[in-house]
């Protein structure tokens, strides 16, 4: 840390020095507002606008990032939420539907999160065109999905993709194909704010260009960004004039975030008469989930707390799966008109999750960023529907992949079931070492996708390939050790066995 920094945080630290502190807040505020001038000055005429829009709304966040001192909840004050704020899916779902589902769908706008990367699984490019089954990708199948409802039912639901600098480009590409499919597809660019110095507290950025040398300069603030930039591209106020009246929000690598239709009727015809504004479907913690956001009630309000804002000592408490069960999906229903209105209204109010990066030439930056489920606290009668883990199924890793592309899943109109064949509805623990990382290793060391229909937990590890029509069932685990290969042979049925380094199979 540089000495300036030290000082910031230690003067930050004293008690009684409210004064100090005021004045080094007015000074970094005031240093950004420079740099922050210098960068805008260098924008051509047509990115005039659009910049000035990015860099007032990270003026305002580095605001209130100067602002707020450590940990963001008060944890005495954390309950759990009251009975009634969770409902369980089955209630929901028993209410039936609509005489016409048409009516609702027609007031329905599908919103992916489209601003990753593929680059965690070593692809370049959006993460949405990475191929996850029978050569469909995630847009592909949210395509089908949409389009199967509006053949169904005869009805309008239009696709919305917040894109980010990163994935604009090539996302927009790939949507000619989907020219004669029958949705409508609209985009809009998320924010773009700069890396700020860890030490200065400064940006990096010296201009407004992100090409080149300078694309580690810039970042997408994270998915919270989503009311600010979808009603600054215009988009939110046109698509209210077309009589939409709920988004349903999810990240485009959830396969399991299909449109609800028991969840929309429930939003459309509000059992009490009072409107919801906002759900978050929330689903029950597994060992695997004990990162994931959860739902509390804070000061009488439903809030969601992520695990960066728990204070340390607190932190086994929060992962603990028997005081706080469920965790946030991330798939999100929200009222249009009370985004609009929150949003002129600035009352939108999300936690600032600081993303200490350091980048390729060693430089420690800091992102500021927000989720877009921190602002539940910020709507009228917020709801937490506690749904089916099916609803959840991401892919984030190639293990993730490996058991969307298997006899697992069945596929129709683009969404994914898991198989009737499958005894038990859990999904088996798939763990895939290091050599299967990125998806064309992956690809290369499976011939063909093995039967995994009664398989409990895999783990693989080391230099391994599968043959053609392999077959794993119970706990099988495989380990190369360094130097060594092992090939499972075509045809190889594995139950509950034990392979390791010289390719002896051993009972488990």
Known sequence: MSSFAQDFSKAMSRAGTSQFQEVIRQELEYSMKVELDKILATAPSNELEHTKKDLDGFKKLFHRFLQEKGPSVDWGKIQRPPEDSIQPYEKIKARGLPDSVASVLNKLVVVKLNGGLGTSMGCKGPKSLIGVRNENTFLDLTVQQIEHLNKTYNTDVPLVLMNSFNTDEDTKKILQKYSHSRVKIYTFNQSRYPRINKETLLPIAKDVSYSGESTEAWYPPGHGDIYASFYNSGLLDTLIGEGKEYIFVSNIDNLGATVDLYILNHLMNPPNGKQCEFVMEVTNKTRADVKGGTLTQYENKLRLVEIAQVPKPHVDEFKSVSKFKIFNTNNLWISLSAVKRLQEQNAIDMEII???????????????????????????????????????????????????????YSLNAGSLTMSEKREFPTVPLVKLGSSFTKVQDYLRRFESIPDMLELDHLTVSGDVTFGKNVSLKGTVIIIANHGDRIDIPPGAVLENKIVSGNLRILDH
């Open 354 to 408: 600081v993303n200490p990066k350091t980048l390729d030439g060693g430089l420690n930056i800091i992102q500021l960023e927000t989720a877009v489920g921190a602002a539940v606290k910020s709507f009228e009668n917020s709801l937490g529907i506690n749904v089916p883990r099916s609803r959840f199924l991401p892919v984030k890793t190639t293990s993730d992949l490996l058991l969307v592309m298997s006899n697992l």
